[in-house]
């Protein structure tokens, strides 16, 4: 079984044939459903579902946060997504991702609230928005593994 991942994991358990042997000899593996995960429910899965389905796959925890539909952004929702390893192949690390979401959340929230008020920044329209990145730096700090299988 894998951990949930964001970018592959549907809302129940599902198999992945894999027609390449493992070391143990088995084939294949299931991957972990979102659903399944403490404080992530059905409706937010679907509506994260949604977007992914209809923009690809996410690129950062940042992409995820300005692409998904408010509702999944809830912060228990989201720490336990952290904590349950779904960012992990984003190449973020669990701690310190733990250390910065809340932030990450607020500020995503904020602009597109400023966006639907059609409340325009400095650099916005001047396609200088790249030079002037207000992302948070995540902390590459990782748990030890026994604290992440706690999780």
Known sequence: MTVPDINHARSGFEP????TERQ?????QI???????????????GL???????????????D??????????????VES????????????????????FEQVIDRSVARRRERDMGVMTLFGDAGIVDVFDERLA?????FDKRRRLAF
């Open 81 to 100: 997504l952290v904590k349950a390893g779904a960012f992990d192949s984003l190449g973020h690390t669990r701690q310190g991702l733990l250390h910065v």
């Open 16 to 19: 992945r044939p894999d027609l």
């Open 24 to 28: 143990d000899g088995r084939r294949g």
């Open 138 to 142: 995540i902390p590459d700090v990782e």
């Open 31 to 45: 991957a972990f459903g979102l659903s399944a995960v403490r404080n992530v429910g059905e409706g937010l899965v």
């Open 48 to 62: 994260l579902l949604e977007e992914r389905d209809a923009n690809g796959p996410f690129t950062d925890f940042f």
């Open 64 to 77: 995820f946060c300005e692409r998904v539909d408010t509702q999944v952004l809830n912060k228990r929702t």
